[in-house]
């Protein structure tokens, strides 16, 4: 069933999310700005690649840079939706199993599609309950969370930056007083531990940000919103100690997109 609160959503923000939401289009400008569109030699806007980012001097996002390393939670979450799709679907009278096979990973990728579509309008909701332009039940449970965690705070929502090692990004949410705070959507949250919902993944993303803007003392919070009940949440705040090992991490995955893009993104390279 899909939650009411979802009708707050007006088709033109959904747009703005789901427009070119490949991870090849995900660059910024050296002054921190989105690139994600470029018009191309036949006059009509494309994904900024690779070859643009070099000839504009663009630099990659985190999430592209992450891009870069292995999710097993993913992958596991990918299979076990092939193998639903091959044990629910019924193969045709005549099908070959080439043909059924195709057919299992359509509808299994067209599970993964949904789910993505999914997280995109329940971050929209968020985005516009933190930018003042509408609210719902969802933001108005997160904003509670906060204040009773992190009181008298004053909140930046979605905000871009570009860091001078050669990457940028979008922060879903961060304070002044530097606690950086990503949303994540995630399927039948009730019940479940937030610590073991986190991947160093998440770590590294939060730290990156928060190098990008110049902090180092930071606090780091990860928010898991249900897909289906947008009403249930999970919070979990990562500890201090591991700040620093996902900022190294970070940086080490930073220069081994660098090789093997054979493009140095870092500022004034």
């Known amino acids: 069933m899909i ?11 959904l747009d703005s999310y789901n427009k070119f939401t490949s991870e090849s289009g995900h660059w910024y400008t050296q002054e921190g700005e989105p690139m994600y569109t ?27 840079i992450l891009g870069m390393i292995a999710k097993p939670a993913l992958e596991n979450w990918k299979i076990d939706q092939a193998l639903k799709s091959a044990l629910t679907l019924e193969r045709h009278e005549g ?10 990973k359509d509808d299994s990728k067209s599970i993964g599609i949904r789910a993505a579509q999914q997280g995109t309008k329940i971050h929209a909701m968020i985005e516009r309950g933190f930018l003042g332009e509408g609210t719902s039940k969802t933001y108005e449970i997160i904003q509670a969370w906060l204040d009773e965690n992190f009181p008298d705070e004053e909140w930046i929502a979605e905000d871009s930056f ?18 950086f705070v990503d949303f994540k959507t995630k399927d039948n949250l009730e019940g479940k531990d ?36 947008t009403e249930l949440i999970a ?35």
């Open 194 to 229: 937030p610590s073991k919902l986190v991947y160093d993944e998440h770590g590294m993303q939060l730290s990156a940000y928060a190098q990008g803007c110049g902090f180092t003392d930071v606090e780091r919070v990860s928010i898991f919103v249900d897909r289906k009940n």
């Open 235 to 269: 919070c979990h705040i990562w500890d201090k100690d591991s700040q620093s090992k996902h900022t190294d991490m970070f940086n080490a995955i930073l220069d081994y997109w660098k090789l093997v893009k054979n493009y140095d993104s870092s500022i004034n390279a």
């Open 162 to 179: 570009c860091a001078e090692s050669g990457y940028g990004g979008k922060i879903d949410l961060y304070s002044k007083s530097g606690i």
């Open 95 to 104: 099908e070959s199993l080439n043909s059924f096979t195709y057919r299992c």
């Open 3 to 13: 939650n009411k609160q979802e009708e707050l959503i007006d088709n033109s923000t």
């Open 38 to 64: 470029i018009i191309g030699a036949n006059g009509k806007e494309r994904n900024t690649n690779l070859r643009d980012a070099k000839k504009e001097n663009l630099v990659p996002s985190v999430t592209t």
